[in-house]
T-cell receptor, first 111, second 116 residues
Framework: GNSVTQMEGPVTLSEEAFLTINCTYT??????LFWYVQYPGEGLQLLLK?????DKGSNKGFEATYRKETTSFHLEKGSVQVSDSAVYFC??????????FGPGTRLSVLP | ETGVTQTPRHLVMGMTNKKSLKCEQH?????MYWYKQSAKKPLELMFV???????ENNSVPSRFSPECPNSSHLFLHLHTLQPEDSALYLC???????????????FGPGTRLTVL
């Protein structure tokens, strides 16, 4: 079956630090991959996505590259801000099957 | 972002009450979803509707009853809930079946439910 694994949180960083949140997946075929972000008290928002191998999704300074050889989709940002504090979810969609979400990684950025 | 709206945002109910959660999407999508988000647990898919037909029911207790009267509206009717049902209930929508495009899901803000 399809599954998504994320690094355990919480992750605590100082402002302007480099961020990496690891995500690996298990799926047959060629799923699409997503990162969603959930700010306190809100629903999930799509952050970025990639639909095929070697695609790079990017948004708001965040990037993730679809690596089929390592079945990974790690989220990175060069310089985090306090406003980036949230829970980040990696997810996949394997056409014709339901979305699968990872457990989420909580990020806290300190001033 | 007002693509998917949910009401109410907060709900407190007793175990004998009957209440309903409402979700409305303004994106022209053909699929809608209910998820349950509990503290320290992964997001749980509860129900899926495609073209108003229920296509998924992930072993959800019968005290949760979904209704999808049209492709823009989705309800979750609640009755005789238990305290462990307290959670954030999220609604999402997507456009399925579009060739070459992933089924990106768009979420509402959620309803925070507390069962006393």
């Amino acid at each position: 079956g399809n599954s998504v694994t994320q690094m355990e949180g919480p992750v605590t960083l100082s402002e302007e630090a480099f961020l990496t949140i690891n995500c690996t997946y298990t799926a047959t075929g060629y799923p699409s991959l997503f990162w969603y972000v959930q700010y306190p008290g809100e629903g999930l928002q799509l952050l970025l996505k990639a639909t095929k191998a070697d695609d790079k999704g990017s948004n708001k300074g965040f990037e993730a590259t679809y690596r089929k050889e390592t079945t990974s989709f790690h989220l990175e940002k060069g310089s985090v801000q306090v406003s980036d504090s949230a829970v980040y979810f990696c997810a996949l969609d394997n056409y014709g099957q339901n979305f699968v979400f990872g457990p989420g990684t909580r990020l806290s950025v300190l001033p | 972002e007002t693509g998917v709206t949910q009401t109410p945002r907060h709900l407190v109910m007793g175990m004998t009450n009957k209440k309903s959660l409402k979700c409305e999407q303004h994106l022209g999508h053909n699929a809608m979803y209910w998820y349950k988000q509990s503290a320290k647990k992964p997001l749980e898919l509860m129900f899926v509707y495609n073209f108003k037909e229920q296509t998924e029911n992930n072993s959800v207790p019968s005290r949760f009853s979904p209704e999808c009267p049209n492709s823009s509206h989705l309800f979750l009717h609640l009755h005789t809930l238990q305290p462990e049902d307290s959670a954030l209930y999220l609604c999402a929508s997507s456009q399925t079946g579009t060739s070459g495009e992933p089924d990106t899901q768009y979420f509402g803000p959620g309803t925070r439910l507390t069962v006393l």
